[in-house]
């Protein structure tokens, strides 16, 4: 038990600690809400982490590789990535008002669960953990050893929110309006690539 939990906690941390859209747009919220904001942002995206975690774990990831599958959660995700990056390339004219985007904390859950749910790397990563069980000595997994890899996989998530709100907000929640602008434009631009990726990876794989 403790060998499973450890292993989904530790790779839980891995998952979540990648840079990508989610902590582009943690950085954006906490200059614009603050800790709260940023905080509402990480949580929401665990909806979107926990229903392809559990997809994977009951194998059901491995379907969702097909590309005629993954292509319009590719295109879904990537029109809402363009969105931000406009949205955030806007808000770098007036950093010192909240954009369209960041105004209210259901704004910031739905953010946090669309760019989550609409991301294609959460398919094959979990697509790859919900086999991964042999590496780990337990060639024949039981339901309870899935749910205890799930638990420990959300608990090192939900505690990554808890942190990652704190220390963006730490660096960015009190900046000045020119750092503002720059870190509006840098996140638009992060934005930017990531939507062009996730296009480019959508139309290879189909193509």
């Known amino acids: 038990m403790i060998q499973i939990l450890s292993a989904a906690f530790v790779l839980g941390l891995i998952f979540n ?16 809400g603050g800790f709260r904001e ?6 929401g995206s665990l909806t979107g982490d926990a229903l392809w975690a559990i ?13 005629s599958l993954q292509f319009p959660i590719a295109i879904a995700g990537s029109a809402y990535l363009g969105y931000l990056a406009w949205d955030s390339w806007k808000a770098a004219k007036a950093p010192a008002e909240a954009s369209s ?8 859950a739905r953010a946090g669960v669309i760019l989550s749910t609409t991301n294609p790397q959460n398919i094959a990563y979990w697509a790859a953990l919900g086999s991964a069980f042999g590496a780990i000595g337990i060639p024949d997994p039981q339901p309870t ?43 638009a631009l992060a934005f930017f690539y990531l939507a062009c990726g996730t296009l480019y990876g ?4 189909l193509f």
Request: glycine residues 10%; positive net charge.
């Open 17 to 32: 600690a990648a840079p990508g859209a989610v902590f582009a747009e943690t950085i954006r919220r906490s200059m614009s």
């Open 38 to 43: 940023a905080l509402i942002l990480q949580l």
């Open 55 to 67: 997809l994977g774990l009951l194998g059901i990831g491995v379907l969702l590789q097909s590309p």
């Open 101 to 108: 985007i960041s105004r209210g904390g259901m704004s910031a």
């Open 145 to 187: 050893d899935f749910a205890l890899f799930f638990a420990g996989f959300m608990l090192s998530s939900i505690l990554w929110c808890f942190f990652c709100a704190a220390i963006v907000n730490k660096l960015f929640g009190s900046a000045g309006a020119r750092w503002k602008t720059w870190t509006y434009r840098l996140c």
């Open 202 to 205: 959508a139309v290879k794989a």
